[in-house]
C-alpha cells in the first residue's frame, strides 16, 4: 500500500477513527480555565489539514536547494512504500532540524512533512505496520526529543503539536492569542472542522464544544476573518443545528483547495 | 454567506415557533457562536439575525442560555470605546448572559454593563433588559455589591417584565433581597417588591422569608402606609390570578405547574398577611399615641352637621391624616389648612411626600372642644 493510499483511506473510511484516536490520547490535557485557549483537541486537528493537503493531489514540487535533498526526494517521492518508511524512520529519529528550510515551497513541503509526522505521532498511527498491516492499530513511539520547526510556515501549530505530543502538555498552555496560525491555515483549518462537524453529525452524534469554539473564536474577531472562514463558520454552526447543509457544504468543499494567499495580517 | 445565513435564520424561527425550549436550548452553544455574526450583521442595518438570536434566548428559557466563552466578546461591545448601537445590543443580550462563572472580571463587566445602560436611549425593550439582568447580578452575594446604587434606580421606571422572565426569580432570591435593601431608598425597595412579586413565578424560599423580615422592618410604621397599601393592592391582584387557574397561566407561560400555583398562593397570601399585620400593628400603635384623637372622633357621624376646620398641629412629621386613614373613618376631610407650625416646619418636604394631602379631605365633623393636637 502506498503511502497515498494510505492517507486516501485514512480520509475516506476512517478519518472518525483518527481524530478519535486524538481526542482520546489528547483528553487527558488539562486547560487552564483562566485563559481563552484553544482547546487541545483543536491542535490535534490542526495536523488533519496536512491530510487534506495531500488529498487534494496537488502536484508535488522539489525544491532541491532549499532543504536536505533526501528529505524532499523522499517526501516527492511519497506515494510510494519507501516514503512511508522514511516517514517512520523520521517518527522514530531523535530529532529533526527543520529550520534550514527557507523559501516559500520548500516550507510548505516541509511543513506537510512534519504536519504528517506529528499527525502519525497523534494518531498512534504507525504507518510502516499500517502499510503492511493495512489496519492502522499498533501505536507508534512517540520521540523525546524535540524537532526544531523553526522556519516553516505552520511553526506555531506545528510546534504546539509537538509539544502537546511529547509529554510536555502539562502546564504548557496554548492560547488563539498564543497560537499565531498561518493565514493560508485558517481556510484550511476551518474547512476540516467543517468536514469533521458533518461526519460527526451525520453518524448522529453532536457537534464538540472545542469546534463550536473555534467558530466563536473566528467569528468574534476584530476585523471579521475573511468570508471563506466565516461562511465555515456559519456552515459549522448550520450543522449543529440540524441544518441541511449538502448543497451549500459542497460548494465551500469545492473551495478548499484553492490556493489563498490572502494576507491576514491581525491573525499572523 | 447568504445562503447559510438565511438556511440558520429560517431553522432558528422554525424552532422558536415550535416552543420547546428544551430542543433550543441543547443548541445554545452553536447559537451563542452565532451572535458575533448577528452583532456584525447588525451594524450593518440587517438587524434579522439579531432579532432571531434574541427570541431563540427569550424562547430557550435558559437563564445561562449565552455560552461562557461569550464573555471576551461580550465584554468588547460593553466597552467605552465601541459604539453606541453595540453596547445596546449588549444591553439587550445580557439576561442572557450568565454573569458568575470565572470568565472575567465580574466587576469590570458590571461596571461597564451599567456604564453602557446609561449611555443608550431608554425605551421598553432596555428597561426590560436592564432590570432583567440588574436582578440576576444582585441575587449574587459576591457580584450583587458591584452594582452601581444609581443602577437600582431602574426599578422605579418599573418596566413590564414578560411572562418568562428569569430575572423575576433571581431577584427573588436571599442576595438579591439583601441586595436592594442595601440601597436604603424605600421607593426602590417598593418599586423591586411591585417587580419581583408577580403570579408568574413563586418566591425563592430563602428570599421569602428575608422579604417578611424586610416588610416588618422597612415598611413598618405609619409612615409606610400608602407603600403598604400599594404592595396590598398588588398581592390581591396576583392572588386574583391565581384564582384564575392554571389553564389560564399557561396560556401566557406554559412552563407553569399546578404546584407551582399551590406554592405562590401560599408565599404571596403569607406576604399580605406580614403587609396587614403591619397595617394593624400602626394601628395600634395610633390608638395608643393619638388617643386624644381617636377617642373624640369616634362617634363622629357623617351626617352631623357640626363642620369646622380641622387643624392639625404636628410637631413631628407623624401622619395623622394617614392615621385617620387606618382607620377607615368613612369620609374625609372637606378642608384642610396647615397651622403656622406645619407650615414652618422643616419636615414639611418629608411629610408631604408620603401623603397626598390634596387627596386627603376627611370630612370632620368637631365634636371635639380642643384642635387635634399632637406634641411626640
Not at chain 2, 15 to 41: E, G
Not at chain 2, 42 to 64: E, I, V
Request: proline share 5%; net charge positive; with cysteine.
Amino acid at each position: 500500500m502506498q503511502f497515498t493510499t494510505l492517507t486516501t483511506y485514512t480520509i475516506s473510511t476512517h478519518l472518525g477513527d483518527i481524530v478519535s484516536r486524538i481526542y482520546e490520547q489528547l483528553e487527558q490535557i488539562s486547560e487552564s480555565p483562566n485563559t481563552i485557549q484553544l482547546s487541545s483537541k483543536s491542535i490535534a486537528i490542526l495536523a488533519l489539514w496536512a491530510i487534506q493537503f495531500e488529498n487534494s493531489n496537488k502536484p508535488l514540487l522539489v525544491d532541491n536547494q532549499s532543504f536536505s535533498t533526501q528529505l524532499w526526494h523522499q517526501i516527492h517521492t511519497a506515494n510510494s512504500a519507501s516514503g512511508a518508511i522514511y516517514l517512520d524512520a523520521l517518527l522514530r529519529s531523535t530529532k529533526v532540524d527543520y529550520s534550514q528550510v527557507t523559501g516559500g515551497l520548500a516550507q510548505e513541503r516541509a511543513t506537510r512533512a512534519a504536519s504528517l509526522h506529528l499527525l502519525h505521532v497523534l494518531s498512534g498511527v504507525d504507518p510502516v505496520s499500517a502499510v503492511v498491516g493495512g489496519v492502522p492499530q499498533q501505536p507508534a513511539r512517540i520521540s523525546s526529543h524535540y524537532s526544531n520547526f523553526k522556519g516553516l510556515l505552520c511553526y506555531h501549530t506545528i510546534n504546539a503539536i509537538q509539544m502537546l505530543s511529547v509529554g510536555k502538555q502539562e502546564g504548557y498552555s496554548i492560547g488563539w492569542t498564543v497560537l499565531k496560525l498561518h493565514p493560508q491555515e485558517h481556510t484550511v483549518f476551518t474547512n476540516t472542522l467543517v468536514q469533521v462537524a458533518h461526519e460527526l453529525r451525520e453518524s448522529q452524534k453532536k457537534v464538540p464544544r472545542w469546534i463550536l469554539r473555534s467558530v466563536l473564536h473566528y467569528l468574534s474577531l476584530k476585523p471579521s476573518p475573511p468570508t471563506s472562514v466565516t461562511v465555515n463558520c456559519l456552515l459549522i454552526i448550520a450543522i449543529d443545528l440540524g441544518c441541511d447543509v449538502s448543497g451549500n457544504r459542497s460548494t465551500t468543499l469545492d473551495q478548499r483547495y484553492v490556493y489563498t494567499k490572502q494576507v491576514w495580517i491581525s491573525l499572523t | 454567506m447568504d445562503r447559510v445565513s438565511r438556511l440558520i435564520s429560517q431553522r432558528l424561527n422554525s424552532m422558536i415557533q415550535a416552543a420547546n425550549p428544551h430542543t433550543i436550548s441543547s443548541s445554545r452553544k452553536a447559537i451563542t457562536a452565532l451572535f458575533p455574526y448577528a452583532v456584525w450583521q447588525g451594524q450593518y442595518g440587517r438587524r434579522g439575525m439579531l432579532n432571531t438570536f434574541l427570541d431563540a434566548a427569550r424562547a430557550s428559557q435558559d437563564p445561562r442560555f449565552m455560552w461562557c466563552w461569550i464573555v471576551p466578546f461580550f465584554t468588547t461591545l460593553l466597552d467605552k470605546e465601541s459604539l453606541v448601537s453595540e453596547k445596546q445590543v449588549a444591553i439587550l443580550a445580557s439576561p442572557h448572559l450568565l454573569w458568575w462563572g470565572g470568565h472575567g472580571s465580574g466587576k469590570q463587566m458590571i461596571q461597564l454593563w451599567a456604564l453602557a445602560a446609561s449611555e443608550i436611549p431608554y425605551s421598553d425593550e432596555t428597561g426590560v433588559s436592564v432590570v432583567d439582568t440588574l436582578l440576576r447580578i444582585a441575587s449574587n452575594n459576591i457580584m450583587g455589591p458591584y452594582i452601581p446604587a444609581k443602577m437600582w434606580l431602574w426599578l422605579n421606571r418599573q418596566p413590564s417584565l414578560p411572562p418568562v422572565c428569569a430575572g423575576r426569580y433571581f431577584g427573588s432570591m436571599w442576595g438579591a433581597v439583601r441586595a436592594a435593601r442595601a440601597t436604603a431608598d424605600l421607593r426602590t425597595l417598593g418599586s423591586y417588591l411591585l417587580l419581583v412579586w408577580s403570579e408568574w413565578d413563586y418566591i425563592c424560599h430563602d428570599g421569602h422569608g428575608e422579604m417578611c423580615t424586610m416588610i416588618r422592618e422597612d415598611f413598618g410604621g405609619v409612615w409606610m402606609g400608602h407603600q403598604r397599601k400599594a404592595l396590598l393592592q398588588h398581592l390581591d391582584h396576583i392572588l386574583e390570578q391565581l384564582d384564575l387557574g392554571l389553564d389560564h397561566l399557561q396560556q401566557y407561560k406554559p412552563s407553569l405547574k399546578k404546584g407551582s400555583i399551590k406554592r405562590m398562593k401560599e408565599q404571596y397570601g403569607k406576604l399580605k398577611e406580614v403587609v396587614v399585620e403591619e397595617d394593624k400593628k400602626v394601628a395600634i400603635a395610633l390608638a395608643c399615641k393619638f388617643s386624644r384623637l381617636i377617642i373624640p372622633l369616634s362617634p363622629l357621624t357623617p351626617t352631623s352637621t357640626n363642620r369646622e376646620t380641622l387643624n392639625i398641629h404636628v410637631c413631628h412629621p407623624i401622619p395623622v391624616v394617614s392615621g385617620l386613614e387606618c382607620f377607615q373613618l368613612p369620609s374625609t376631610i372637606q378642608k384642610f389648612t396647615y397651622p403656622p407650625t406645619l407650615m414652618s416646619s422643616p419636615n414639611l418636604t418629608c411629610y408631604s411626600s408620603y401623603l397626598p394631602l390634596s387627596s386627603c379631605k376627611v370630612d370632620i365633623v368637631r365634636t371635639m372642644s380642643e384642635v387635634l393636637l399632637y406634641t411626640p
